[in-house]
């Protein structure tokens, strides 16, 4: 090898080269998260390649002082941008923008002005001179204890952002692995350069051989966030969704160590508990409540909590939290706010209970009283009081249908295996007797499926009766197939079909004033086959076709 060839500076501007290069390929992603530090570091990283390269070439002192301290200023700066960098970039921009942090920039402004002017003090380096080496112009001088400082300073910056970087991205698992370890290794050669440099260690310690070894540093880079394209899935997504899943949300959430100590919570919590998050800490939340404890063993529970002055219920839910090895740390407790519910819960229940009981027995006083008109009066009051019957008649039906839904909705019952013909010839027959018309059953006798016995009878009770009570002189068919893991049960008539505001009134799941059924028929055969995990569809082009689609084995699971 030919030592008079300035190969030093050659390799130096090589690595400005690459720099570059690494500039322009991540020209793209300038407006992600954390890249303007990342381009601030790359660019001080190229100025300091170019400027030591020419320095190496300079053998005048005064111009190869001055590049010298364009090299300790690429130290000193490098390491605060690529921290920043890191911060950005894994999503930590709350200690980014803040105060203290921004504080710690005193630090590189510090070193700098020190660097600067150290002609003056000399308390940075002392003794500069140039020693020619490999054909360059290398330097001999003393770095001082501060010079030493500032040093250990930028590389503790570099250490921290490296890892934060490292541990960040490799939480994101297989995705992102031989990536994350290129980020781990880049810094490593060129910081380990200026440690053995800056301790006079090495073949050549009149040379600083950092920016040579920001070649293979940029080949790691290059690899980590251009080849995989780092940037376009960068880890700030996933703490800033972490963070909005538990901090963000309305909802009180706490985190609680194994014996019930408060960890962390949530802004919602702190709102509803009355107490600062950092004033809470490793206290029992149990020591938060008004007299209800919640047992910390991953279970549901009901608690009464003291808000605003005035007393809230909420069901609480609890989920264990553990580490990758399936230890469990503690706890994730999830308050939902169920007084409004609770409320509306109570007054149904005095609403349905005044329905069953006070208007049913007033209504029979009065169908028994119209009936008995009817029988004494003649001609048009006969009629009179013989509609108030049948009106009467179809308001006692109405909440005979209510009351059904109502029992049928708190209906415990297990899962049973059901002979669908045996229960549609009992419900045919039933309905057949009260209302007359024809129905015709066509099933295989073997059908079975196994579901809640009670709801389906009430689906098929209804969807005969509605055809025979408004078809005159109805033909009625009801038939059953299996079609793979359903069981197709399809009830036809042959009448004018059902009216496309009731059919409207059901899609939409509710009714208005202006939109509402005539009758709770079609809600029970609705919600009923909601229940029974089946889909329902009404073909009113020739007659009314109602199909249900019901899962031929249902499990216990599905009627939770």
């Not at 809470?280 to 529970?301: Q, R, V």
């Amino acid at each position: 090898m030919d030592l008079d060839l300035p190969w030093l500076a050659l390799g130096s501007f090589a690595s400005g080269v690459g720099s570059l290069y690494l500039l322009a390929q991540l020209r793209t992603h300038w407006d992600k998260p954390g890249a303007r530090w990342f381009v601030a570091t790359i660019v001080t990283q190229t100025v300091w390649c170019f400027s030591y390269g020419a320095a190496l070439l300079v053998f005048d002192p005064t111009l190869r002082l001055a590049l010298e301290m364009v090299s300790w200023l690429g130290i000193i700066w490098i390491g605060f941008c690529f921290l920043s960098f890191a911060l950005g970039y894994t999503g930590r921009t709350n200690v980014l923008e803040s105060t203290w942090y921004r504080g710690l920039a005193v630090l590189p402004l510090a070193g700098t002005a020190l660097v600067v002017t150290n002609p003056i003090h000399t308390v940075i380096w002392r003794g500069f001179q140039i020693v020619p080496t490999a054909g360059s112009a290398g330097a001999e001088y003393a770095v001082l204890p501060a010079g030493l400082l500032i040093i250990i300073v930028a590389m503790l910056f570099v250490s921290f952002g490296t890892l934060l970087v490292f541990d960040t991205v490799v939480s994101y698992g297989p995705l992102y692995r031989s990536e994350a370890l290129a980020v781990g290794l880049s810094p490593i050669p060129p910081g380990a350069a200026v440690l053995l440099w800056a301790g006079g260690i090495g073949p050549m310690p009149t040379v600083n051989l950092t920016t040579l070894l920001f070649l293979p540093h940029v080949a790691l880079d290059l690899y980590a966030f251009v080849r995989s394209d780092m940037f376009e899935f960068h880890p700030a997504t996933r703490r800033a969704g972490e963070r909005a899943a538990i901090h963000d949300i309305a909802t009180p959430v706490a985190i609680v160590d194994e014996q019930g100590r408060i960890v962390n919570l949530n802004p919602a919590a702190e709102r509803m508990l009355a107490v600062d998050k950092h004033a809470a800490l490793t206290k029992s939340l149990n020591g938060f409540l008004s007299g209800d404890d919640i047992a910390p063993d991953g279970g549901s529970s009901r608690v009464t909590i003291e808000t605003g002055g005035r007393h809230r219920e909420f069901k609480v839910r609890q989920t264990a939290l553990r580490d990758e090895a399936g230890t469990q740390l503690g706890y994730t407790v999830v308050f939902q706010d169920i007084t409004d519910e609770i409320r509306r819960e109570r007054r149904l229940e005095v609403l349905n209970r005044f329905l069953r009981h006070n208007v049913r027995n007033e209504s029979v006083v009065i169908q028994a009283r119209a009936e008995l008109l009817a029988g004494e009066l003649d001609g048009e009051q006969a009629d009179h009081a013989a509609t108030i019957e049948r009106s009467v008649n179809r308001l006692v039906e109405s909440g005979q249908k209510a009351r059904t839904l109502s029992e049928a909705g708190s209906d415990d019952a297990g899962l049973e295996s059901v002979a669908l013909p045996d229960l549609a010839a009992e419900v045919v027959a039933t309905a057949r007797d009260e209302y007359g018309g024809s129905v015709t059953i066509e099933m295989p006798d073997a059908l079975r499926l196994t579901t809640q016995p009670a709801l389906l009878e009430i689906l098929l009770a209804n969807l005969v009766e509605n055809a025979l009570q408004h078809v005159p002189d109805a033909a009625v068919t009801v038939s059953a197939t299996i079609d793979g893991d359903d069981v197709v049960l399809i009830v036809s008539d042959n009448g004018p079909g059902v009216p496309e505001h009731e059919l409207g009134v059901l899609e939409r799941g509710r009714e208005t004033d202006l939109n509402h059924g005539s009758g709770i028929g079609l809600w029970l055969v609705r919600w009923t086959t909601t229940t029974l995990e089946g889909d329902l569809a009404f073909d009113t082009s020739d007659g009314t076709t109602v199909t249900v689609r019901l899962p031929r084995e249902r499990t216990a699971a599905e009627t939770a």
